[in-house]
T-cell receptor
Framework: GAGVSQSPSNKVTEKGKDVELRCDPI?????LYWYRQSLGQGLEFLIY????????KSGLPSDRFSAERTGGSVSTLTIQRTQQEDSAVYLC?????????????FGPGTRLTVL | AQTVTQSQPEMSVQEAETVTLSCTYD???????LFWYKQPPSRQMILVIR????KQQNATENRFSVNFQKAAKSFSLKISDSQLGDAAMYFC??????????????WGLGTSLAVNP
């Protein structure tokens, strides 16, 4: 079946503008994760959605970042009033949480550049 | 808090040779998963191999195998018969199995592997 998809692939924006990044998880996967991959800093966890439970937002770096997941499927990560330090690759992953095989499968990411 | 360390920012190997990438981690937990992911220039993070901490047997996937040393908290990846397509960034990652944990992955900074023809 289809893998995790993300859009746009690349996004260039001006400082202060809002951006929305989209993630389509693998069909049937109940868990969805957002990570940020910054140059030289590795990957950091941002937010986790699991079914209808309240999301774990513990990794969001500031209140300019928010995310939602509609209908337990598609997720949107929104960054308001973007700053240059927000420039990074934003990766989305999904998993089925089915026992031992809850491997996270990743999308190709969105490269965000804030000028 | 758990941490993952990859001490080799860059490695290179000749095609058809064997290379080992290092990973160490720090945790007070006894049950967890460890992963190696590969990220080629396409940015797609691809799972290479996974190890459950309760399993003593080292995981293998074709040309990829791990040397899991739980007491030493070491989890190295061995790539045998290296191929040009193996060139990529390799990330080591840890996942807690503690109840209530959100299953997030904790990542090392990666090792860039070059494969020379």
């Amino acid at each position: 079946g289809a893998g995790v998809s993300q859009s746009p692939s690349n996004k260039v924006t001006e400082k202060g503008k809002d951006v929305e990044l989209r993630c389509d998880p693998i069909s049937g996967h109940t868990a969805l994760y957002w990570y940020r991959q910054s140059l030289g800093q590795g990957l950091e966890f941002l937010i986790y959605f699991q079914g209808n439970s309240a999301p774990d937002k513990s990794g969001l770096p500031s209140d300019r970042f928010s995310a939602e997941r509609t209908g337990g499927s598609v997720s949107t990560l929104t960054i308001q009033r973007t700053q240059q330090e927000d420039s990074a690759v934003y990766l989305c992953a999904s998993s089925s949480l089915s026992g031992a095989t809850d491997t996270q499968y990743f999308g190709p990411g969105t490269r965000l550049t804030v000028l | 808090a758990q941490t993952v360390t990859q001490s080799q920012p860059e490695m290179s190997v000749q095609e058809a040779e064997t290379v080992t990438l290092s990973c160490t981690y720090d945790t007070s937990e006894s049950d967890y998963y460890l992963f190696w992911y590969k990220q080629p220039p396409s940015r797609q993070m691809i799972l290479v191999i996974r190890q459950e901490a309760y399993k003593q047997q080292n995981a293998t996937e074709n040309r990829f195998s791990v040397n899991f040393q739980k007491a030493a908290k070491s989890f190295s990846l061995k790539i045998s018969d290296s191929q040009l397509g193996d060139a990529a960034m390799y990330f080591c990652a840890y996942r807690s199995l503690r109840a209530g944990n959100n299953r997030k992955l904790i990542w090392g900074l990666g090792t860039s592997l070059a494969v020379n023809p």
